[in-house]
């Protein structure tokens, strides 16, 4: 267990809906990460926030947000979904955001979208 | 623009035997940071072993050795003693010094453990 939380665990859904994807980093942990693991793409980079900011963005889509709170747990946030989106959610955290901390993952969100 | 190169899409190995998982780099930053990560069936993200760029010596953790030629930029999983619980995808990733920390991910190898 990497003390990183994700919910929903599966979602399955239509196209055009919006999702929402929850991630609770290890205690402690300042720096969030979102990744997309597709067949077709690999493991892809999204997002980072660091402390409730954002600081670095990926290949991230412009139907696709996120924030970071107060409290340090995340969200991802999909819209006008597309069947190319059917993907597994990966949520990382680490320590603090510089080179050598490794980052520990969530167990996923696996989406599926009809 | 940094790159992670896994050529090994798929292997197999006997219980009990050692094996080593390819990976190659390629990045212009003098600092950086390489990972292996397993991802059993299951689909989690196990985080397995850490090398700096800087670091001489060879990582090792339990049965997990990262083989580090940083003129080959090679950063290679050697797993001794294989047991059928390692049978899983395993990734190769780096991180490098810059605006982002983000991981940047290799293919994957499918290692397939025999008894």
Known sequence: DSGVTQTPKHLITATGQRVTL????????????????????????LIQYYNGEERAKGNILERFSAQQFPDLHSELNLSSLELGDSALYFCASSSQADLYNEQFFGPGTRLTVL | AQKITQTQPGMFVQEKEAVTLDCTYDTSDQSYGLFWYKQPSSGEMIFLIY??????????????????????????????????????????????????????????????VQP
């Open chain 1, 22 to 45: 929850r991630c609770s980093p290890r205690s402690g942990d300042l720096s969030v990460y979102w990744y997309q693991q597709s067949l077709d793409q690999g493991l892809q980079f």
């Open chain 2, 51 to 112: 090398q700096g760029s800087y670091d001489e010596q060879n990582a090792t953790e339990g049965r997990y050795s990262l083989n580090f030629q940083k003129a080959r930029k090679s950063a290679n999983l050697v797993i001794s003693a294989s047991q059928l619980g390692d049978s899983a995808m395993y990734f190769c990733a780096m991180k490098g010094r810059g605006a982002t920390n983000k991981l940047i991910f290799g293919t994957g190898t499918l290692l397939a």
